[in-house]
């Protein structure tokens, strides 16, 4: 399992920006894929995940009608987009990938998202 995120960098408020995480090793269709992040000097928390193989999604709450977890079955990859950013969404983002019949996740190297004015 291979995870590659791209697509962080510095935004203002109010501004938009995609992450995406393209998967090799195996089939994101087939694994629940979800988004993390963690903010300096706070934990890693749950944003988003998409499970499989039904494809239903959950956010955490402080981002549900903002930001999107989305995949692609045929680029193997899987995206956030994310709307309406604010400062408090500051933080590394990363991308995660699991077998639904498995607890352990798998983890990308993580991409910064810096949201501020």
């Known amino acids: 399992v291979q995870l590659v995120e791209s697509g962080g960098g510095l935004v203002q408020p109010g501004g938009s920006l995609r992450l995406s995480c393209q998967a090799s090793g195996f089939t994101v269709s087939s694994y629940v894929m979800s988004w993390f992040r963690q903010a300096p000097g706070k934990d890693r928390e749950l944003v988003a995940i998409?499970?499989?193989?039904?494809?239903?999604?959950n956010y955490r709450d402080s981002v549900k009608g903002r930001f999107t977890i989305s995949r692609d079955n045929a680029k193997n990859t899987v995206y956030l987009q994310m709307n309406s950013l604010k400062p408090e969404d500051t933080a590394v983002y990363y991308c995660?990938?699991?077998?639904?019949?498995?607890?352990?996740?798998?983890w990308g190297q993580g991409t910064q998202v810096t949201v501020s004015s």
């Open positions: 998409i499970t499989s193989p039904g494809g239903t999604t």
């Open positions: 995660s990938a699991r077998r639904p019949i498995d607890t352990m996740w798998s």
